[in-house]
């Protein structure tokens, strides 16, 4: 069966992923918005509607939908590996749950009830995280972190002390800059932004770095907003504990060995002089591209802060064996 919306050109699959993921947004967005869905969970809630809408009658035939479907989403999220993770703990599961209950329509009743089960506490998982690793920063720390991230800040709302925090801007989107107006208008958090290419310069000044993730992978590496990498070499070069925060779904089943192993959405980009808002241009013979994220390797990650407790890269993949086993 075919999964598509005849009076729209994109498989509802797809739409029901947007949906997801624009529902109940605060305008203008909020890191402490606790409704908000994940990249996986909303990828998940999507195949669930992909189950309550198939024709299929047998379980081969509704596995092909699921499949299909998450293909689709992978296909065309720029969040990859994020989608990626989340399709795959479901289908994991289905294959699970179809060998648990031979019935087909009790299957498929299970499959529903334990998927929305999965939401909710999904959506928990970023309070569990934030108990665990809130006593990792302490009093009158300098805190430094990228990106846009509601586990990060829902972490740095449960610290116990008053800390200073450094936010690098994250061109091209400026989604650190966004998180930086976000945390001055939603906490008493003292925020500074920096630029990017000034994070040797403020490492020697920083007491630990925290970031999140797209996606936490089998060799105990993390994917994240570009410039993560280099921020983790810097910490480790300086002494610095690099620590990630990411739920358990994100957990994905790669094993890279170099950054070109890690699919990542390629954006091509505009430079721009900030001092006077003026756009480069140049010869039609240059390009300017912009990998949306980059390939953390384990040797610099000091923790992972995670809803199954503060883990070692390399328990990341026993954690990986249990989830998907």
Same mark, same amino acid.
Not at 2 to 10: G, R
Not at 57 to 84: F, S, W, Y
Not at 134 to 152: E, N, Q
């Given at each position: ?20 993921? @624009? ?10 918005? /606790? ?5 996986? %969970? &909303? +990828? =998940? ?87 665990? @690793? ?10 430094? /972190? ?5 586990? %990060? &800040? +829902? =972490? ?170």
């Amino acid at each position: 069966m075919t999964q598509q919306d005849t009076d729209h050109e994109d498989p509802l699959v797809l739409q029901d992923l947007r949906r997801f993921l @624009a529902n109940k947004q605060q305008d203008p967005p909020s890191l402490f918005d /606790t409704s908000a869905m994940a990249v996986p %969970v &909303a +990828a =998940i809630s999507a195949l669930l509607g992909v189950v309550e809408r198939s024709q299929a009658e047998t379980m081969m035939g509704l596995q092909d939908d699921l499949k299909q479907a998450a293909d689709c989403m992978i296909q065309n999220h720029p969040q990859v590996i994020a989608v990626r993770s989340g399709c795959e703990l479901f289908l994991r599961y289905s294959t699970r749950t179809f060998l648990e209950l031979p019935n087909f329509s009790e299957c498929k009743k299970q499959i529903l009830e334990r998927g929305e089960r999965f939401q909710m506490i999904s959506l928990a998982a970023r309070d569990r995280i934030a108990k665990a @690793a809130a006593d990792f920063i302490p009093a009158g720390a300098t805190v430094l /972190t990228t990106g846009w991230s509601r586990v %990060v &800040a +829902a =972490i740095l709302r449960e610290a116990k002390h008053p800390f200073d925090l450094l936010v690098c801007e994250g061109r091209p989107d400026a989604s650190g800059a966004k998180a930086a107006a976000c945390y001055a208008r939603e906490s008493n958090i003292p925020v500074k932004v920096i630029l990017d290419s000034a994070v040797a310069y403020y490492m020697e000044k920083v007491d630990l770095v925290l970031v999140g993730a797209e996606g936490v992978l089998e060799n105990g590496g993390v994917v994240n907003k570009l410039g993560t990498a280099t921020m983790a070499m810097c910490a480790k070069a300086n002494g610095k504990p690099f620590y990630v925060a990411a739920e358990s779904y994100k957990f994905a089943r790669l094993y890279p060995l170099h950054q070109s192993d890690v699919p990542v959405n390629h954006q091509t980009v505009q430079c721009v002089d900030t001092t006077t808002m003026q756009t480069i241009s140049w010869d039609e013979k240059i390009t300017a591209e912009n990998p949306s994220s980059d390939f953390t390797p384990a040797k610099y990650i000091s923790l992972l802060f995670t809803d199954l407790g503060v883990l070692t890269p390399s328990a990341v993949s026993d954690e990986l064996i249990r989830l998907y086993q």
